[in-house]
Structure formats: C-alpha cells, structure tokens
C-alpha cells in the first residue's frame, strides 16, 4: 500500500509555471507506475500525464504535450509534474496517482491517490 501527498499547487498567471511534487510512503516506490490528473469544477477527472516504473517511458495529454513534463526520483519517493506556458484552462485540482498495473492514461485503474492541490492560472 502506498499514500500520496501533493504540494507546489497555487496561483498563477497565464504563461506562468509550476511545480508539483507527489511524496509517497513506503518502501515499494519504485514498484508503482505513477500518473497525474486533473479536474476541474462540473467536470470528470481527467488524465494529464503518467510515467512508468523505472521513469523511462511517459505518456501525456494532448493538451499538455510540449509544456507538461513528468519525473521521478526513486531515491526519494517523489513524483513530479513540471508545468510551463500555463493556461487559464488548466485551471483545477491536480491529483497524483498509483497503479500497481501496466502503466496506463484510465483513471479507473488507479487504486491510490492523493488528496489533490488547487491550481489557479489567472488570465
């Protein structure tokens, strides 16, 4: 089993960037693919970038290829998400994510995740 923190949530100003950080207990870190997601208000929870155990292989949105950029460190249990060019649309709660499974973009295969940190990007 596996909890998740995230920080590094906040406001920002469009073309501005952040960055995430997910912590994770346990000593089987490395034994999770991890992914990130998004919801915004009145909408589902979406899938914005996952990364694979060993971090050599990622997928990413659509929306946010080019300025999303997924990381881990094994060594410390964390997973990233770096965000630049931000876009008032990117506006919602980020979550990371867990999967003991193949690495994969359905929420619905995810069976940990974290309490989620609000990210605001102002126009």
């Known amino acids: 089993q596996v909890q998740l923190v995230e920080s590094g949530g906040g406001l920002v100003q469009a073309g501005g960037s952040l960055r995430l950080s997910c912590a994770a207990s346990?000593?089987?870190?490395?034994?999770?693919?991890m992914g990130w997601f998004c919801q915004a208000p009145g909408k589902e929870r979406e899938f914005v970038a996952a990364?694979?155990?060993?971090?050599?292989?990622?997928y990413y949105a659509d929306s946010v290829k080019g300025r999303f950029t997924i990381s881990r460190d094994n060594a410390k249990n964390t997973v990233y998400l770096q965000m630049n060019s931000l876009k008032p649309e990117d506006t919602a709660v980020f979550y990371c994510?867990?999967?003991?499974?193949?690495?994969?973009?359905?929420?619905?295969?995810?069976?940990?995740w974290g309490q989620g940190t609000q990210v605001t990007v102002s126009s």
């Open positions: 994510a867990a999967t003991i499974v193949n690495i994969n973009t359905s929420p619905h295969m995810y069976g940990y």
């Open positions: 990364i694979s155990r060993s971090g050599t292989t990622t």
């Open positions: 346990g000593r089987t870190f490395s034994s999770y693919n």
